[in-house]
């Protein structure tokens, strides 16, 4: 696949995704197709455990590219629904990776972009970083589903009906991200952990991820019985037997992801 908007860098088992366009990062449907193919690919890539999503410049994503939405009206009927379907597979993509995938939000993350940081698995920020929903400041409206399962009800709708700005300080005080840091310590913070996740067992990690992503919208009782099925099919693999006997012998577990 040849990228011309995000970049993927690849270190002892961990895929570091930049998105890559200047000034902003802003996300035109070329950048969400490629985001696309690029995590599709990691759910067939048996070398890569875990994701770290990033970017270059100075602004994590700010958003949807304005300028493309007068081309899409032009388009006719149905090129708004075709656009909208892009946006939702463009986080879907991330959010339905089989491998986990950490933001790490080297600034401002706004709309489309505060989106892509929801679909990661866990989030961390530089201390310059903030997230906002400022569609209404454009004529249009978004985000309320994902803000309102972040924040709650009464912060998510002011951010909707404001275009409200939380800053990453004030996300670590709520205890939504995972760490505000100074910028220059925010990729290794999350290449550390990255490692730490990549060095767990495969199958496991997959399972895991599953089972995050499957039970979120379902029932406790539907939700614990799911989990214990994909225990009961771990339990039976070669990996499960590996890290037990390692637990044992007080060593480091060698797993084939089996």
């Known amino acids: 696949m040849t990228l011309k908007f995000i970049e993927v860098e690849r270190l002892d088992g961990v895929a570091i995704v930049y998105l890559n366009r200047p000034p902003v990062n802003a996300q035109s449907a070329a950048l969400r197709e490629e985001l696309i193919g690029v ?6 890539d048996e070398e890569i455990r875990c994701v770290v999503l990033t970017a270059h410049g100075d602004i994590f994503s700010a958003g949807a590219d304005i300028s493309e939405r007068p081309a899409i009206k032009q388009r006719g009927p149905g090129a708004y629904w075709s656009h909208n379907r892009l946006v939702r597979e463009a986080a879907l993509s991330i959010a339905d990776c089989s491998k986990p995938v950490i933001a790490a939000v080297n ?8 989106g892509l940081m929801a679909a990661c698995d866990i989030w961390i920020a530089s201390d310059n970083a903030y997230v906002a929903m400022p569609e209404i400041n454009v004529g249009l409206a978004g985000g309320t589903a994902l803000l309102q399962r972040i924040f709650g009800k009464s912060r998510a709708r002011r951010m909707f009906y404001t275009g409200m700005k939380v800053t990453a300080d004030e996300l670590y005080r709520l205890g939504l991200i995972e760490a505000s840091l100074p910028r220059q310590e925010l990729l290794p913070y999350a290449l550390n952990l990255a490692k730490e996740i990549a060095a767990k067992a ?5 399972y895991a991820k599953q089972a995050a992503q499957v039970t979120l919208n379902m029932p406790q009782r539907e939700g614990y019985r799911y989990e214990q099925n994909i225990t009961v099919a771990l339990s039976r693999t070669e990996d499960a037997a590996e890290a037990q006997q390692a637990f044992l012998e007080k060593r480091t577990p060698q797993y084939k992801g089996r």
């Open 39 to 44: 995590f599709d690919s990691f759910n067939d």
């Open 107 to 114: 600034g401002p993350a706004l709309g489309a972009g505060f």
């Open 202 to 206: 495969p199958l496991s990690l997959q």
